[in-house]
C-alpha cells in the first residue's frame, strides 16, 4: 500500500514540476567543419538563415526555460547541404544534451548553445 502511495506521489508531482518555456528572438548555434577543423557560432534570429560552406541553417524556435533563461537552449534547426531540397536535419536540439537528437553528416557538426533573450 505504501508503494502505491509513492508511486501516487511521484505521478502527481510530476506535471506541477513542469518547467515553462519561453520563446527567445534569436539563438546561437555553432557549426564544426570536421575537413578544415574550423568552428564558426552563428548567431541568427528566429527564422533567419545563415550560409557557411555547403550548409545553410535556418533557426525557426530558440525556446528557454522562464525560471532560468541562462539554464538551457532548447532551438529548432532547419540545415540544408548544397542546394538539396530535403534538409539533412529538421527538428528541436537541447543545448545541455547535444546527442540527443544530433545531426548526422560525414563533414558538419551543428548543435545549440543558447537563445538570446535580449
Known amino acids: ?24 528572438t534569436a539563438g546561437v548555434v555553432r557549426v564544426l567543419d570536421k575537413v578544415s577543423g574550423a568552428v564558426t557560432d552563428l548567431r541568427l534570429s528566429a527564422g533567419e538563415t545563415a550560409a557557411l560552406g555547403h550548409l545553410k541553417v535556418t533557426l525557426d524556435e530558440c525556446r528557454y526555460p522562464t525560471a532560468n533563461p541562462n539554464g ?3 532551438t529548432k534547426l532547419t540545415v540544408t547541404y548544397r ?3 530535403v534538409p539533412v536535419f529538421q527538428g528541436w536540439m537541447i543545448a545541455s544534451a547535444p546527442a540527443m537528437n544530433a545531426m ?8 545549440a548553445l543558447r537563445c538570446i533573450t535580449s
Open 1 to 24: 500500500m505504501k508503494q502505491l502511495a509513492l508511486i501516487a506521489a511521484i505521478c502527481m508531482a510530476g506535471p506541477m514540476a513542469a518547467q515553462q518555456a519561453g520563446e527567445a
Open 72 to 74: 538551457d537552449a532548447f
Open 83 to 85: 542546394d538539396v531540397p
Open 104 to 111: 548526422e553528416h560525414p563533414r558538419y557538426d551543428v548543435w
